[in-house]
């Protein structure tokens, strides 16, 4: 994977937000603290409201064509040249290294030729919500005193950190993650055995293989858990489902938290 190269100009003044089938079906709440992070910053948050998913599920299922109308639908929701901010690292990584691929064989007339351009066009523009934040607006997190006395007045926290498989290989936001976590006031991340491994739940995976994904979120929560933490933060929400309710079907004290929600309340938003 090539360094990706960031703008060196003035900071965007607007931003589309893609805000994932999970998020909008499953999450809400982190969908609106990535709102809140953004505008915090002096942003105005645009969302296309006929957006839906990023055609993952039926791409790693082995169905291009499918996914290719999914994304076909949506290529014109981002007309402006703004960036497209997306909290969840799999998603963001679908959108910006596959989106161009599955129209790459579309040449056969004019509208498949305008189809592969903008989706070209548009993989440039798609940030995940924490890159976006600490490599773009080059949001100081540590300046915990800029949000507020709320934000002074948090308890310590220890934490573990979880980043997806598509987060992590293709979009490699890790690095972003850690960076944004380690810089809040009163957060200790603390690294755990296979925090590098899959959580089980790879979108169809986990229905088609449940007992091996049983097996790897069992290995994740037990991991976690050999910490002493009991909070385990995620900017993808596939994997905070698994995670979450595996724990809880198991009696695990292991919390989860999308990263946004993180974010937001440990500079001084609302508690969770």
């Not at 996914?67 to 639908?73: K, L, Q, S, T």
């Not at 380690?182 to 089980?200: F, Q």
Request: contains cysteine; charged residues 20%.
């Amino acid at each position: 994977m090539k360094p990706r190269q960031y703008p060196n100009g003035p900071r965007p003044t607007d931003v589309y937000l893609f805000a994932t089938c999970l998020v909008d079906l499953f999450v809400p709440q982190a969908g609106l603290d990535a709102v809140k992070l953004l505008e915090r910053e002096g942003l105005t948050v645009h969302f296309p409201r006929a957006q839906s998913c990023c055609g993952q599920p039926a791409y790693s299922s082995g169905n291009p064509r499918e996914a290719r109308e999914v994304a076909r639908a949506q290529l014109g929701l981002f007309d402006q040249p703004w960036p497209v901010i997306v909290p969840s690292g799999s998603c963001a990584g679908m959108m910006r290294h596959h989106w161009p691929a599955l129209f790459e064989g579309d040449a056969g007339n004019e509208a498949d030729k305008a189809d592969a351009a903008r989706a070209q066009a548009l993989s440039g523009r798609i940030y995940e919500l924490t890159e976006f934040l600490v490599r773009v607006l080059n949001v100081d997190l540590s300046a915990a005193g800029a949000y507020g006395d709320a934000a002074l007045k948090q308890p310590a926290e220890r934490v573990v950190l979880h980043t997806s498989c598509g987060a992590r290989r293709e979009m490699g936001t890790r690095v972003h993650g850690v960076e944004a976590v380690d810089a809040l006031p009163g957060i200790t991340r603390v690294d755990h055995e296979r925090e590098s491994e899959c959580c089980g739940f790879g979108g169809t995976f986990s229905l088609k293989h449940p007992d091996i994904s049983g097996a790897m979120v069992a290995d994740k929560i037990a991991s976690a858990c050999a910490t002493g933490c009991n909070r385990l933060v995620s900017a993808d929400c596939g994997c905070l489902l698994n995670i979450g309710h595996a724990a809880e079907h198991k009696g695990a004290p292991l919390a989860v938290e999308h990263l946004a929600s993180f974010l937001w309340r440990r500079t001084g938003g609302e508690a969770a």
